[in-house]
DNA sequence: GTAACTGTATTAATACGGTTAGTACAGTTA
DNA sequence: TAACTGTACTAACCGTATTAATACAGTTAC
């Protein structure tokens, strides 16, 4: 469910939330289901507790999972406002390269290439 | 012709070596272009000469620039091939995102007029 | 109730990297 | 010669990620 790049250089703490914004978008994180808990994540990955806490306390400050002490650690209810949020900044992303590129000489055909290469012909 | 976002977290050295790789692929430095010495730069940006050493050494190491000892750092000659390649890597960059959108439930339609908004209908 | 889980909080120590500071040396130019 | 230029080097400071070691409280199953 998670996993640690090592050659990435953002914090460990920062990738796990990350991993888990991306698969509650994705949906392959659902509503309600129970992460690891902090001690058994901690020794499968083989790092410290306190950063699996404090990745799970950043998870929880964004909203994406909801902490209950002596429980354990669950994705929020309503993933679909999550997704919402997400597909938009998505969007916005895209709009942001598509303008980056079309500054360096990128063509409109050029773009709609692309979108098939993605999309299929 | 540079400046520093202290509300950015990344290195003072990489933001400037960015800014030199962008401006380069957008044509506003042009070949053979000087630079700011090391030690104007660093009184105009207010920061520590070594830093300014840094970014400069990167911007080499990237065949961004050439530096002199005692003229100063100049923009490469041949900024084609660095066009080309960012440009390449800002295609490659799109794709990679327009993918990420589709994963998200994104449609071939929403993305046809993101590129209208950008490229105009 | 006890044992074994769960999350939470706190403090200290370590390690690494970015940045600053100061100095020194060598090439270039007027 | 003087005033630039880049380069090299060491030491110190600081913020942050990470580890380490505890301690406390809620939950669950026996």
Redesign the interface.
């Known amino acids: 469910m998670f996993f640690i790049n090592s050659r990435d250089k953002t914090p460990i703490y920062e990738q796990l939330c990350r991993q888990a914004r991306e698969q509650i ?2 949906g392959v994180l659902k509503p309600g289901e129970p992460l690891p808990s902090v001690r058994s994540l901690s020794t499968e990955l083989g790092i410290n507790p306190n950063t699996i806490q404090r990745a799970y306390r950043m998870m929880e400050d964004e909203g994406l999972t909801v902490s209950i002490p002596g429980k354990g650690n669950f994705v929020t209810e309503d993933t679909d406002a999550l ?1 919402q949020d ?2 938009a900044k ?2 916005e ?3 942001r ?10 063509t ?1 055909s ?3 290439q ?2 098939d ?3 299929g012909g």
């Open positions: 978008a994705l997704q997400h597909r998505q969007c992303t895209v709009r390269e598509l303008a980056a590129l079309k500054k360096l000489g990128g409109k050029d773009v709609l692309l979108v290469e993605v999309y």
